[in-house]
């Protein structure tokens, strides 16, 4: 297998985790090794290093247009980066395109919110649920009996997974018809059921108010001790980026400024000076 | 019986009261409501494509049709009441139009007028004994193995026949082009027979390409080609509007072969605005000229020109011999409205086929029928001099 | 020499499908619909400039203006009965009934006009151009209608990107709702644009029946969808692709049929349009819609 | 709160619970000669246009990609339907039922046109929107073209095919020619019956709707929603395009099978871009995805032009018109704002004394 | 300045907002808060004449604007700047600019430009770029700037510090609260109540369609409810 698909010269693979003591032990779930992408004269992403432990919350901030949602579109192969290795649960990722991606094990939200709008807020769930609960189109047009289990089983994993966020009462609305937040949580349970090893979530708190928002920090955490995921987090609101992160890395200009965790962040004057601002530094959360 | 919704019929006065029973075309009503007799007109259905892009030759025949029963009726005697329904040239819709004139009582269907629907319809008719006369579907395919089916205008295969022998017994032209619309039947059928009667006569075809309605705008190719090969005699089995601009286009190239067309060509030099000039010269078979001098065509033409102020093509003709033909074969019987559709089908094809029924028309003299349903009847040669027709023996 | 009369007869024929798919191009680029009605505006402009020539003795170029004037007023009509009320409905929609306006329009002409064919008088007064001992011949109408193109060509740029009217038009295009709290008025933007592309219409019906003289009630309905592919292949929206698209359909049907088949030019075309379209998926000179993920 | 499913199945047996009814009316009432032969004529093309709108429906309502070319698929099942059962006539020795040649030319007009839907799925989804539309219009003026130029016959050593003329077939005694060119598949027996018209629409209806209500049919609302976003959760939007454009294909092969096989006669200009135009339209005005919506809009407007017939000349214009009014009604958001307001005056205009009382 | 009162609004036959009444004053800031869902930026849409009340009356400036196309009620110089950013994305930056000020005439468009691309300095490096291609952050920045552009008398912003780093929030409320300076009245919808609450002057807390409290912002900000609800433990 070609681990180094850079175009630059090869170097000895670092341990890039956040927090190396936490995850000595296992392959990081996520390796990702001097990663690069250029839209035009534009470097949006320049030698981007990270790792990401198996069960570890990790945060990716920084001012806006820094290139977070494009590393996010890069590690699920919506872009093809001009430089760099990604590396999931110890393989190459390379020749991977984006459903294959979410096959293997990582799933995503988007910052403009890509629901199917269509559809019931239910069947956007077992969209979701399309690569865990299987039968073949013939059984689904024959109705033969594996259709009905099968469906029975897709409905039942769907409830539960909407009663994370209390959002059982709306599996019959139409996912276009909810308010932002609800959106929001739904694109994250969809996400979800997808079963991923690794789930980024790109800022899903925007449009929560602070209450709404503690709720959520307190469920991405549940959730990360029931599925034993690692999440990775783009979000500017920084009482959820400190309250939950285990590591964060900050991204400026494509590149990373800064890592380490929440307090060390906090405090970084690079980080204040550039995405925090005086206000907010040090501001305790 | 139960009245249902069904179409109501649209020319001419309502269908007499008390026939309007459940349908069924043998289910004639025995008593007479009162009405005479003589009065009650037998129930001719036309078919033919009134709109979308065919409409130019359904309406002619329809007009034609009219005006022939009109000048029946005001004769006195027997009486016909036309009933004339549109199929935009399709073959489901001729086949609903057939239906809906079943409806309405139909005895004998005028039609259909263009070649494919009339297949349709003519194998439904078949089943249904209906004496079924098209005025212009030329098609052999129209008639074969259905013996109540009769054609008014010349078969594509007599057509070609005459014309390659026309241009070889005249000596017209060495080598000859053609030009056919490969997506018509009607052309397609004139040319395979020409190409083989060409080939028996000796006749050179240095050249033949296709269009198809969707490509009848330019000529180009088809022209230059015909030029390269050195053609001197273009032969264009095609109806008139795409004729015309083949033409236009040959004077812009400098190309002047002769030309050489069929009865489609005819309506070119009444073609509003046409340049007759680009005519000069082009022969056709056509069995009518609307500047002929005979006293049927003079007053046809003038009549047609009075009531739809245009000057009748051949179609038109095709539609008003139709009816006569029907008329002059009916007149000394003592048919009535009350006849059942299949015995004047039986009647008719007795005359027809009979052997001495002959028919003097717009669109030839001395017509007859063979038991196959074609036409006999002798093309006229015609040659465009001065933007007229001048026949050309 | 054959080779370069193809090409020219190729340009000729290709000349007349792109000044049809520019009207068709502008609206279907501002008003997001497929007009299927289009073609029997152009329909329309040829009776119109035909009954101004012939019936009423008029100069060839004021029969233009006068099929212009009248398409015009048409096409605002067309807009405001049977488009406006349909703004918030799906694009489907409107296309089913531009389908019945066109129907109509088809309809009405054969009941104003009869299906008789007219013989066309060209506007173009001028003769053709002759080259080689008149081994290549090029129409007069083929140079009016690639001028005619180029200028369309230049002043659709020039009022889609340099004025405000064409601003307004490309904002429309996109989001109608937020134009709407730019300040725009989409109801009049769009009639501008059904404006402008119902003249074009007419500019182009003339210029067909000038190249290909005979005149139906469906004469607009087969040139209407070659000029409709022909936007397509040459990128939607894109109004030099248009052009192109509509000359390079023109001598691919040409050299289909000297080359290949004349029976099967337009499988020929077809096919060569799909081939293309495979190698670049957003037509000729289309740009690919950018989506932010 | 009722479960979508059982809404999703309540909607469906009222599907069923339509077809059959109507079935079952018709048959009575042509039982007893209330039926007129016009209405009796059309009743297989009724079916035909309902299960060509049906299976647009699935490419156009469900999977929102628009197609211009479904009557370029009703074609190749027509010509490969009426071939095959011309030359099952003709050579089986022993006799098959009329039935059992229907039923075989609909299985193989589905299965060829299914194969072509195939082929031309390979270049059409890998475009999209218009630039697929245009594939699609493409494929079914190539089909149309093509057709026109191919001659088949019959005769005691087999079948022969030639692109030139049926002259050329030279074909032997007893020659039979079953596809004569621009001419079309002619001396069909006709063998089309309403009650396989019937079945063909219960089968339709049967796959269709079980497929847009199964695990396939989600994922192809979800491509047609968001292809970004199903890719996002492993759909291949691939499979899935294709899968809904193959069996609408197969369908409307099966369909353009029972259609030529209800005439003597079929031609290839039948199933040009108005066709596929006139099947769109079934499909828009049923409203999209909405399969019992173009169950009712396909024969309406299959219907109606006949009805229209004592207008004469002007039937055409009027039926223009009626297309548009009622698009207009149907769109219409003055209609739906009236409603409400009237709903919200019957509720609100009494004495301001209200508070939060529903539920 | 802008009186609404008693409206209704439904989404088919979702009834989104009941019988909603509010006003503001010339030269205030006021904001609406409330969960998701609550129907604020339905409100904002009503009175930019998006969606139709079924029954109710908008004033602005005096004069009834119910059931006026939005194009002509943003001539009265009430601007929108909508939820979730709805940029023109295959226009550039400085044409999405240039939409902004559709309705001006006067001279001073090409200094206002310059005037947002001094406050977003990362615009005017992009601003040949498409929209479409901006991050989320810099699309919301455009956004404001377009708002900015049309010299509104009334500025409606729904949810304007939506995705902006922490460093650009702080910002924006204080571009809004210098906009108020300069005399623009200001509807502001925002999740981050404690901010909103303080800059505002005035505030009404809707729940599910409906306004359940109004008051002054300060009172807002100790309202027990309030706190519990919106600006989280
Ligand atoms: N397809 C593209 N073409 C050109 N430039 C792009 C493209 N995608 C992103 N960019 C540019 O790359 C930069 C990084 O964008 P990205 O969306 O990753 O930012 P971000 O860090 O997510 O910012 P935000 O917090 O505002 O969402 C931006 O400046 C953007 O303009
Ligand atoms: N287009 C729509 N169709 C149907 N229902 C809608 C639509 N838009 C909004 N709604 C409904 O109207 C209600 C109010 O929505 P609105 O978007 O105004 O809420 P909001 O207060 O702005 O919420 P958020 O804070 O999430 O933006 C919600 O119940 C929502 O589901
Ligand atoms: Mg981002
Ligand atoms: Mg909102």
Not at chain 1, 32 to 43: A, E, K, Q
Not at chain 1, 232 to 251: K, N, S
Not at chain 5, 89 to 116: C, F, H, K, P, W
Not at chain 5, 190 to 212: D, H, P
Request: proline fraction near 4%; charge should be negative.
């Amino acid at each position: 297998m070609n681990r180094t698909t850079t175009k630059t010269k090869m170097v000895p693979l670092p341990s890039q985790s956040i927090i190396p003591e936490r995850d000595t032990a296992k392959t990081p779930i996520l390796e990702v090794h001097r990663l690069g992408i250029n839209f035009g004269g534009l470097v949006a992403v320049d030698d981007f290093n990270i790792a990401v432990g198996r069960t570890e919350i990790c945060g990716l901030i920084g001012p806006n247009g820094a290139g977070k949602t494009t590393i996010f579109n890069l590690l699920t192969k919506v872009y093809k980066p001009t430089s760099g290795a990604i590396l999931l649960d110890g393989k190459d990722t390379s020749n991977m395109n984006t459903v294959q991606i979410n096959q293997a094990g990582i799933a995503r939200t988007f910052q403009n919110i890509r629901l199917f709008p269509s559809l019931s807020v239910e069947d956007n769930v077992k969209i979701g649920l399309h690569n865990q609960v299987k039968y073949s189109m013939i059984s689904g047009v024959l109705r033969l009996p594996v259709f009905f289990s099968s469906e029975r089983r897709a409905r039942e994993r769907a409830m539960e997974l909407l009663d994370i966020f209390d959002m059982t009462h709306l599996a019959s609305h139409r996912a276009g018809s909810l308010p932002y937040g609800a959106q929001r949580r739904l694109e994250f349970i969809r996400a979800l059921a997808t079963n991923p090893k690794l789930l980024l979530l790109d800022e899903p708190a925007a449009g929560m108010n602070p209450s709404e928002t503690e709720e959520l920090m307190s469920n991405i955490e549940k959730i990360r001790d029931q599925f034993q995921i690692a999440i990775m987090l783009i979000e500017h609101d920084m009482r959820l980026v400190m309250g939950i992160c285990e590591g964060i890395a900050v991204l400026n200009y494509g590149k990373i400024i800064a890592k380490g965790t929440p307090e060390e962040i906090q405090s970084n004057p690079l980080v204040i000076e550039a995405y925090l601002g005086k206000k907010n530094g040090r501001l305790s959360c | 019986a139960g009245q249902t919704t069904k179409p109501t019929e649209t020319d001419g006065p309502a269908t007499p009261s008390g026939t309007d029973t459940a349908p069924s075309e043998s289910k004639q009503d025995e008593t007479d409501p009162g009405t005479s007799t003589d009065t009650a007109p037998i129930k001719l259905g036309g078919i033919g494509p009134l709109t979308g892009s065919a409409a130019v030759y359904g309406v002619a025949v329809a007009n034609g049709a009219k005006i022939a029963v009109d000048e029946i009726n005001a004769l006195g005697g027997m009486q016909f009441e036309l009933n004339f329904q549109d199929d935009e040239h399709d073959a489901e819709k001729s086949v609903n139009a057939y239906n809906m004139l079943k409806d309405w009582g139909m005895q004998i269907l005028v039609g259909t007028v263009t070649t494919d629907p009339c297949i349709a319809v003519a194998a439904e008719s078949f089943s249904d004994r209906i004496f079924t006369l098209t005025p212009s579907a030329s098609s052999p395919a129209v008639v074969e193995g259905k013996d109540n089916v009769y054609q008014m205008c010349f078969s594509d295969l007599n057509q070609g026949i005459a014309s390659a022998q026309y241009i070889q017994e005249k000596g017209l032209g060495t080598k000859v082009a053609i030009i056919y619309n490969n997506a018509d039947a009607y052309s397609t059928g004139i040319y395979n027979k020409f190409i083989s009667e060409a080939a028996d006569k000796n006749l050179e075809v240095v050249s033949s390409t296709t269009f198809t309605d969707d490509t009848a705008n330019d000529f180009s190719v088809q022209l230059m080609e015909a030029q390269k090969a050195g053609a001197d005699l273009l032969f264009l089995p095609i109806y008139y509007e795409p004729s015309s601009l083949i033409l236009a286009q040959a004077d812009s190239m400098d190309y002047e072969p002769a030309f050489f067309g069929v009865d489609g060509m005819d309506g070119i030099l009444t073609m509003e605005n046409f340049n007759t000039e680009l005519a000069e010269g082009v022969m056709l078979l056509t069995p009518f000229a609307a500047d002929a001098t005979d006293d049927l065509t003079v007053s046809f033409v003038a009549k047609y020109k009075e009531l739809y102020n245009e000057i009748p093509n051949q179609f038109a003709a095709d539609g008003y011999d139709s009816v006569y033909a029907i008329y002059e074969a009916l007149k000394d019987s003592n048919v009535t409205a009350e006849t059942p559709a299949n015995e004047l089908c039986d009647l008719l094809i007795g005359i027809f086929s009979g052997g001495d029924f002959v028919f003097n028309g717009l669109t030839g003299v001395d017509m007859t029928w063979s038991e196959t349903g074609e036409v006999a009847k002798a093309p006229k040669g015609m040659v465009i001099e001065n933007g007229v027709y001048i026949g050309m023996d | 020499m054959t080779f370069l009369s193809y090409l020219i007869s190729g340009i000729s024929l290709g000349s007349i499908y792109a000044i049809i798919a520019l009207g068709y191009t502008m609206v279907y680029g501002i008003a997001k619909m497929l007009n299927f009605a289009h073609g029997d505006v152009i329909m329309v402009g040829g009776y119109m400039s035909f009954m101004a020539t012939t019936n009423f003795g008029w100069p060839p170029l004021l029969s233009v203006l006068f099929a212009m004037g009248v398409c015009t007023v048409l096409g605002i009509l067309i807009e405001q009965l049977a488009y406006k009320p349909l703004r918030s409905a799906p694009s489907l929609a409107v296309l089913i009934t531009a389908i019945g306006v066109s129907y109509f329009l088809q309809n009405a002409a054969l009941l104003i006009w009869s299906p008789n064919p007219k013989s066309f008088t060209s506007v173009v007064l001028f003769d053709s151009v002759r080259l080689f001992d008149g081994k290549l011949i090029i129409s007069g109408t083929t140079i009016v209608t690639i001028v005619a193109c180029i200028i369309i060509i230049v002043a659709l740029n020039t009022i889609v990107n340099k004025t405000k009217v064409g601003k307004a038009m490309r904002a429309v295009s996109e989001d109608k709702d937020v134009a709407q709290l730019m300040g725009i008025s989409v109801n009049k933007t769009i009639s501008i644009t059904f404006a402008i592309g119902s003249a074009l219409a007419a500019v182009a019906g003339v210029l067909l029946c000038s190249a290909y003289p005979i005149l139906m009630p469906t004469t607009g309905a087969m040139p209407g969808i070659k000029a409709f592919t022909a936007a397509v292949f040459g990128g939607i929206g894109s109004i030099p692709g248009a052009f192109l698209g509509g000359i390079l359909l023109g001598v691919i049907e040409i050299l289909g049929k000297a080359y290949i088949s004349t029976q099967l030019s337009d499988a020929i075309v077809f096919a060569v349009l799909i081939i293309i379209l495979l190698v670049k998926p957003t037509g000729l000179l289309g740009k690919k819609v950018l989506v932010k993920v | 709160m009722k479960s979508l499913k059982s809404r999703y199945n309540i909607d469906n047996w009222l599907t069923y619970g339509l077809v059959i009814f109507a079935y079952i009316v018709m048959r009575i009432l042509i039982a007893n000669g209330k039926v007129s032969f016009a209405l009796q004529g059309q009743l297989v093309p009724i079916t035909v246009y309902i299960v060509m709108a049906v299976s647009l429906n699935l490419t156009v309502g469900v999977l929102g990609e628009l197609s211009l070319g479904h009557a370029g698929f009703m074609s190749v099942g027509a010509f490969s339907g009426a071939i095959s059962a011309t030359l099952l006539e003709l050579s089986v020795r022993t006799t098959l039922p009329a039935w059992m040649r229907l039923a075989l030319a609909m299985i193989i007009g589905g299965i060829v046109a299914g194969f072509f839907g195939f082929l031309i799925g390979i270049p059409v989804l890998r475009l999209e929107g218009d630039y697929l539309a245009i594939v699609t219009l493409a494929f079914g003026e190539i089909i149309k073209n093509v057709i026109n130029v191919i001659y088949i016959g019959y005769d005691a050593n087999g079948i022969r095919i030639s692109t030139e003329s049926a002259n050329a077939l030279n074909l032997g005694e007893n020659g039979k020619i079953i596809l004569s060119g621009p001419m079309g598949a002619i001396g069909i027996t006709k063998i089309s019956t309403f009650t396989a018209g019937f079945i063909l629409i219960l089968i339709t209806l049967f796959i269709v709707l079980n497929l847009i209500n199964s695990r396939a049919g989600r994922a192809i609302k979800a491509v047609r929603d968001n292809k970004i976003a199903a890719e996002s959760v492993g759909i291949s939007t691939w499979k899935y395009r294709m899968m809904a454009f193959v069996t609408s294909a197969a369908l409307a092969g099966a369909a353009g099978a029972l259609y030529a096989l209800n005439y003597s006669t079929v031609v290839a200009r039948k199933f040009d871009f108005n066709t596929s135009i006139l099947v769109l339209v079934f499909v828009v005005l049923g409203r999209m995805g909405n399969i019992r919506g173009s169950i009712i809009a396909a024969t309406v407007l299959t219907v109606l032009p006949e009805l229209l017939r004592t207008f004469n000349e002007v039937r055409m214009l009027v039926y223009a018109v009626i297309l548009i009014l009622v698009m207009l009604v149907r769109n219409n958001t003055t209609l739906q704002h009236l409603y409400q307001r009237i709903v919200t005056k019957l509720r609100y205009d009494r004495p301001p004394a209200e508070e939060g009382d529903e539920a | 300045m802008l009186k609404v009162n008693g409206i209704h609004v439904f989404y088919g036959n979702i009834h989104a907002i009941k019988d909603v009444s509010f006003y503001v004053n010339e030269g205030e800031i006021v904001t609406l808060i409330g969960a998701n869902g609550a129907g604020k930026s339905t409100i904002l849409k009503t009175v930019s004449g998006l969606v139709r009340p079924a029954t109710g009356t908008i004033e602005f400036l005096g004069n009834n604007i119910v059931n006026l196309s939005p194009h002509i009620i943003v001539r009265k110089r009430l601007a929108h700047c909508p939820e979730g950013r709805r940029l023109f994305s295959q226009m550039s930056v400085e044409e999405n600019l240039e939409m902004g000020a559709y309705t001006r005439e006067d001279a001073d468009i090409e200094a206002d430009m310059e005037d947002v691309f001094q406050r977003f300095p990362i615009l005017k490096e992009r601003r040949n770029q498409l929209a479409a291609s901006l991050s989320g952050g810099e699309q919301q920045m455009l956004a404001m700037g377009r708002a900015m552009m049309a010299k509104p008398l009334l500025l409606m912003l729904d949810e304007p510090s939506m995705g902006l780093a922490p460093i650009l929030v702080e910002q924006i409320f204080e571009m809004i609260a210098e906009l108020n300076n300069a005399g623009t009245t200001i509807l502001l919808v925002e999740q981050n109540a404690q901010m909103a609450l303080s800059i505002a002057n005035r505030g009404y807390v809707l729940e599910t369609g409906s306004i359940v409290t109004t008051g002054n912002c300060a009172d807002l900000l100790n309202d027990k409810r309030v706190k519990k609800a919106y600006l989280g433990g």
